[in-house]
Nanobody, 124 residues
């Protein structure tokens, strides 16, 4: 079972930036699509962004398009989420996830491996 460890969360003012990282424990990281989800208090976990195995296909939730950017570096088994122009409504615990399939999806149930999450808090 792959281990996924997120880092990079924190407290930032509205308009600021953060970069989240997710390191996978296995070299099989490079075979599979990866995604970021987030969960605000009292809300369902929701899709944020995803990237296929080679970075050739990327997708974003409408709420983060133009502000967030997902990327991956297979040499260090890491997927990143660059978050710019942050808003208070971006406050949530952010999770990375791996889907053992040929392409990414946007539903929580499609992903079998999850990290423990990293808190992002955006103050107004």
């Amino acid at each position: 079972q792959v281990q996924l460890v997120e880092s990079g969360g924190g407290l930032v003012e509205a308009g600021g930036s953060l970069r989240l990282s997710c390191v996978a424990s296995e070299r099989t990281f490079s075979w599979y699509p990866m995604a970021w989800f987030r969960q605000a208090p009292g809300a369902e976990r929701e899709f944020v962004a995803a990237i296929n195995w080679n970075g050739g296909r990327i997708g974003y939730a409408d709420s983060v398009k133009g502000r967030f950017s997902i990327s991956r570096d297979s040499s260090v088994h890491t997927v990143y989420l660059q978050m710019n122009s942050l808003k208070p409504e971006d406050t949530a615990v952010y999770y990375c996830a791996r889907r053992e399939s040929s392409d990414w999806g946007t539903e929580v149930w499609e992903y079998s491996s999850w990290g423990q999450g990293t808190q992002v808090t955006v103050s107004s």
